[in-house]
């Protein structure tokens, strides 16, 4: 699966990817395995450009799907808890 580093389209997206999950982990959040997701996405990603893997580099991004997921799922469970507890806070 070497032809996905031969073409420019994909090593770009992987750039762009590895960006994202580089700002996630800037992210101060203080729950667990907030880290894990991008942090294991930053090292197949990167691991698969060094080596020219494909097959690691579709396993990276099913990993940044997952890192997505979670992180949609964070906010959404966020937003959802800071709605239920606005009209317990104001009185």
């Given amino acids: 699966m070497q032809f996905l580093h031969r ?7 992987g750039a762009v990817l590895i960006l994202l999950c580089g700002l996630k982990l800037l992210l101060p ?9 991008p942090a294991a996405t930053i ?8 080596e020219d893997d494909g097959l690691v580099y579709v ?20 937003a959802t808890a800071v ?4 009209p317990r806070i104001l009185g």
């Fill in 29 to 37: 959040l203080p729950v667990p395995m907030s880290n894990f997701f």
């Fill in 7 to 13: 073409r420019e389209f994909f090593r770009r997206l």
């Fill in 43 to 50: 090292f197949l990603l990167a691991g698969s450009a060094l």
């Fill in 83 to 86: 709605y239920q507890l606005w």
């Fill in 59 to 78: 396993v990276g991004l099913v990993m940044f799907t997952a890192s997505a997921a979670f992180f949609g799922l964070l906010a959404l469970g966020g």
